[in-house]
């Protein structure tokens, strides 16, 4: 097994400063870190896989983020670690933060796969108060997210309006 | 800029008791205030726009609180108070309280509109376990919510029942 | 009134591990003890009461836990309380929890019937991460759930799929 | 083992109205309640063992409490526990409240003693606030506690002034 | 009583950049905003009453800001607010944050002064972390405060070690 | 900068259970661990610097764990970062915790020092209660800590008694 190996899991509806943030402090700890889209058809999302893994991907280019893979999954991330031979996930934690949320996930993804091993990192204190959902709702809302999401999102969200 | 005036925001669905008590404290620390009713088509609410208006006028003149204002905007908060002329939202907390939510709407408010200035106020210890929706809750469940709401609510609670 | 009687109301959607601890403590607390399911049409659970209640009694018997009574209401839980002329009631509390909405509902409670006493007990740390949406979850992204819950529970969830 | 007996251990240093408020509900849960003074000579006290106990027993005469026996112990309370016979502990949670640390030092006591039992109780709402620290604080800056504590610690504190 | 006026009472032992930004905020909201330095000889302080008021004018003379009073009170700040006709405190939040332990003086001084009203502002999500006590911790181990405190204090620090 | 190394720094006053498995965890994700005890004159520890590096280095061999150092250093973590080229800082977060003191002490870290990652690890659940100040509590109480710390300091702290 590769210690360098890590997996930033999540839904990145969209993705957004914060997470490339999370991104870019994963990178600079594991050599080879996998974004990995959640595919869960019973949960509805605002953008299709493919436009999530597109915006990632494309704006972690922008960022000049280099060595990160872009992949998605369908089932539980205990099975995807499993069947990819990994075992480092990747969280982010926000001063302002479901921090109960993130815990009860992680131990209940160590009782599921003993060997998993979650490491959160901290964001940037000014990413603080940004969610996926908060952006989505801004945007619903006629707001400008130019200022908290990468350039390839703020595009697409005023497209989709 | 007039430092007097500040908007106390919210969905008031329906306005509660703990409401009130925010309303009393902050019409004695700014005398021209404003009860503005978010009217966002796309969240559903139990009673309608002009319901909550209603609720929330009539209870203000049970309660005997002189020179408030109710109003209603759509889209962004930000947006309302930069078309009003407006900088000081007034937010309730309380002791029991999702005080990360509003950290969150906060932090977000002001990273869209930098003038904004966020004041929090404390509910009497005695609201600490009034919310609208518990509120509404109580009803549906044939619950007496008297105690909880101003008269003309419970009026129309049970009327819709 | 028997102050050896209380009531552990939920609504078990279905009952886990955790449940199952909070039951044997309270049990040996109260001599007569009564697992009471939520029965509540306007919210939409996975299980039928029929089937939740099925669940708990067999699996209280597979645990051998004895002196311990199955029943279900409708409406407010303070009304189910007046009128089987009890006002104890159990909450369980995890490490990792929602303690505000818990000191919320009991606060709440407390309100609309001031003779209820709520009695938090704390569950194993063992069983911090474990809740029913959680195990739902589990179920429906195709995992193991045989270590999260008693076994009639791992078998109908099963079966569902 | 009898379960009627529970134990609410403390420094009450001095006592306070959410003591008593909480001293109250215990006895009405079981018939037998001790409430156990702390005597830990490495901590210093602003009030002398003997003075922590007389003021718990006069207090809870004037309030009318019956069946309630004052004691108090050196060591760890789950020896005391074990000494005595007893394994169910009484805890006051309040909205505003340390909630961390009690959970702590509750997984720390069923470690040390795996048949204790902690039973929280919430204390009203309007005891939020309520600390024995707070009020030696209030007391040592000259302000009034007759309405913190019950009287005969109000007359004991302005007098050791 | 005059509704411009508010308290932002404080060790201030020292002033930090945080306790600068509130004061900003304050003065903005309130015409006639007094500094209040808490002078309680039970609690050992690094700086001397006079240092700490000098630090304070000093660094807000440094900000720019006009129309604040540094002052000092011993004693219970209800009393304070008393016998200066005063009602309204201010309290900074931070996201990073004592917000029980605020809530908690708040409700105690509510409750020992009726007409008091505190209004809670957030700092800036930069200065989330900052606090007096971290940073005379920095300070005694030999780190640079100097992006932390005002110039004024940066230098008192330096001299005292 | 080799991004294979980390420091898990503390006060180790003494060692507990939960620090060997954050141990164990980082030991894992870094392949060259440094165990940094804080010198800090100014703080009173119960047990010597060297008596602390000395149950650490034990300990560790006794759980079987390699290619570990144990350091210690005087004065502001992020000057010993610099000092040794590192940059990886790992703190342990408990289900019960101090999170608000981790994350204070991980921004406050950051603005000292821009280049310093830190790394939260989650303790196993079953470690959730235990911190050095409550083991010094239970031993100084006659309680039996074997069951909480490695086998040298259980020994150690019965010869201190």
């Keep these: 097994m590769n210690k360098t190996r ?3 899991p999540g839904s990145f509806d969209p993705i957004t400063n914060g997470h490339i943030d999370i991104i ?3 990178g600079f700890l594991f050599g080879n870190l996998t974004v990995a889209v959640i595919d869960n058809p019973s949960k509805k999302c605002y953008f299709s896989k493919k ?3 597109f915006m990632i991907r494309k704006s972690i280019g922008e960022a000049g983020i280099k060595g990160v893979t872009v992949d998605s999954f369908r089932g539980l991330l205990v099975d995807y670690l ?3 031979g990994q075992n480092i996930v990747i969280r982010g934690l926000r001063a302002v933060s479901d921090f109960d949320y993130e815990f009860q996930m992680a131990l209940m993804n160590r009782k599921l ?3 998993i091993e979650t490491v959160f990192l901290m964001t940037d204190a000014k990413f603080a108060y940004l969610s996926s959902s908060l952006v989505r709702e801004v945007a619903r809302l006629g707001g400008d997210v130019r200022c ?3 350039k390839v999102v703020a595009k697409k969200i005023k497209k989709l309006k």
Aim: proline share 6%; hydrophobic share 35%.
């Design 148 to 150: 908290l999401v990468p």
């Design 113 to 115: 796969y003993g060997k």
């Design 82 to 84: 499993r069947k990819t």
């Design 24 to 26: 870019k402090r994963a």
């Design 6 to 8: 890590a997996v930033y």
């Design 51 to 53: 436009e999530r893994m």
